[in-house]
């Protein structure tokens, strides 16, 4: 069984920094890419950032690129997205998600499994 639990959101003001972590169970976490998802109300699922099994190659959303850095401890089972220059529209839930691949997607039906999601409200 799979499972993945984030945590680190909440409050913070416009140009401020937060950081996300997603610990995953369930075997091989190393095998397997992570993406990062965000959900805005009244907007869909978008795509924030991915990195690959092995931490090799990372992805960004032109939208958060030089601002937001995803990495990834597989002795530990865990993934970071560190947010910084926060910006009032990156409020949002966020998601981790895991595939069954070891490259990345940046196509939300490319993930298979995600976890229940930590908010992020950024005050102007």
């Known amino acids: 069984q799979v499972q993945l639990l984030e945590s680190g959101g909440g409050l913070v003001q416009a140009g401020g920094s937060l950081r996300f972590s997603c610990a995953a169970s369930?075997?091989?976490?190393?095998?397997?890419?992570i993406g990062w998802f965000r959900q805005a109300p009244g907007k869909e699922l978008e795509f924030v950032a991915a990195?690959?099994?092995?931490?090799?190659?990372?992805y960004y959303a032109d939208s958060v690129k030089g601002r937001f850095t995803i990495s990834r401890d597989n002795s530990k089972n865990l993934v970071y997205l560190q947010m910084n220059s926060l910006r009032p529209e990156d409020a949002a839930i966020y998601y981790c998600?895991?595939?069954?691949?070891?490259?990345?997607?940046?196509?939300?039906?490319?993930?298979?499994?995600w976890g229940q999601g930590t908010q992020v409200t950024v005050s102007s």
């Open positions: 990195i690959s099994a092995s931490g090799g190659t990372t």
């Open positions: 369930g075997r091989s976490f190393s095998c397997y890419a």
């Open positions: 998600a895991r595939r069954m691949y070891a490259v990345h997607t940046i196509l939300v039906r490319g993930y298979h499994y």
